[in-house]
Nanobody
Framework: VQLQASGGGLVQAGGSLRVSCVASGRIFSLYNMGWFRQAPGKEREVVAVIGRSTGVTYYEGSVKGRFTISRDNAKNTVYLQMNNLKPKDTAVYYC????????????????WGQGTQVTVSS
């Protein structure tokens, strides 16, 4: 599978953005999908994960209640809806696919998209 992320941009604090990730290649529904982010000078961190079954999700603590991960297997797409954005959310956001276990560690994911920049101004 190959991943193409899009939808990033510049938004004021308190605003919203939705980033999308379209998969091509193998059967999308077989993959757990994750969103990760990396801010300048910081380690990459998991933001949210959604399992093959859309009822299973995980959110990093600081985004709970503000971000929503979802997927549309018919469109081979995973989304991350980001509301009430804060300057600390500024980062490059990456989508990733994992066919094995449902997990939050980056090393579990063997396919990565190219990243999309999200910048939140104060």
């Amino acid at each position: 599978v190959q991943l193409q992320a899009s939808g990033g941009g510049l938004v004021q604090a308190g605003g919203s953005l939705r980033v999308s990730c379209v998969a091509s290649g193998r059967i999308f529904s077989l993959y757990n999908m994750g969103w990760f982010r990396q801010a300048p000078g910081k380690e990459r961190e998991v933001v949210a994960v959604i399992g093959r079954s859309t009822g299973v999700t995980y959110y990093e603590g600081s985004v709970k209640g503000r971000f929503t991960i979802s997927r549309d297997n018919a469109k081979n797409t995973v989304y991350l809806q980001m509301n009430n954005l804060k300057p600390k959310d500024t980062a490059v956001y990456y989508c990733a696919a994992d066919r094995s276990v449902f997990g939050t560690a980056g090393y579990l994911y063997d396919v990565w998209g190219q990243g999309t920049q999200v910048t939140v101004s104060s």
